[in-house]
């Protein structure tokens, strides 16, 4: 797993130069909240050969185009550019996210039951920040090991967002975020999950939260935050899926994750997207 993820890092790097590149051509997807470029559709294309070629016999999970086989014992999970709306506006917080899943023997549903993610890279060319995780590893930026805060609630900085692309949940988000802000210590919004949670791992942040989120954009993140001392559930600390969209749950420790799961338990169903 070290090789393949020097490998791994390696088509980070290059996957890059096609955000770098001039002349990026923006579009969206169904409405002006939901964007597209050109830049990650040549991220993810470029992606999706190379690493195929890196772990031949993978499948491969991309945000863009419906990109979906997962049939296979390891599945590449990548959003090619996560924080295209940053992206397109030149805002620097936006990453290439690549999860590498090990799917366990069994029907589809107990292989969704019991995720397993080994691998996890996150790249933000911009500010040249690697981060990485294997599972068992350890996490690290830049090569170096990176461990989350100790810091408890009441001094945590909270990352999240308002369901921008399912409007209808902002005020369910809205309740979950202000009960949250009275009781830590203040409120930020960078406009990308796959850093965001990366810099929970890092010791800058400590909490998270999302109503609604897509697989890609916490795969990658999921085994660096884990593995640098954190936790990343889903609703009421349920464990993760990999294959539908979710309400996610992270902080520094297991009793900051305990607390913020209250909190948003307290304004949430069991069956949230009903």
Known sequence: MKELLKKVEAAAREASKFMMAKD??????????NLCTSADLAVQEYLYKELLRILPGSGFMGEEEGLVDTAHEYVWIV???DGTANFS???PECTISIGLKRNVPGAAAEREAHPEIVLGVVYNPFHDHMFTGLKGGGAFLN???IHTSDRPFE????????SLYRKE????????IMDAYYKCNDVR???ACAIELCYIAAGLCELFFEYRIMPWDYAASYVILTEAGGVLTARDGEPLRFDVPTLLVGANNAANHARLCEIVSRHTKPNLYD
């Open 169 to 176: 949940y902002a005020g369910v988000c809205k309740d979950v």
């Open 89 to 91: 506006r030149g805002i």
């Open 189 to 191: 919004r960078f406009g």
């Open 24 to 33: 990026i051509e923006v579009k969206t997807k169904g409405d002006i909240t």
């Open 79 to 81: 959003d090619p550019i």
């Open 155 to 162: 001094n945590g900085i909270l990352l999240t967002a308002m």
């Open 143 to 145: 090569g170096k090991p």
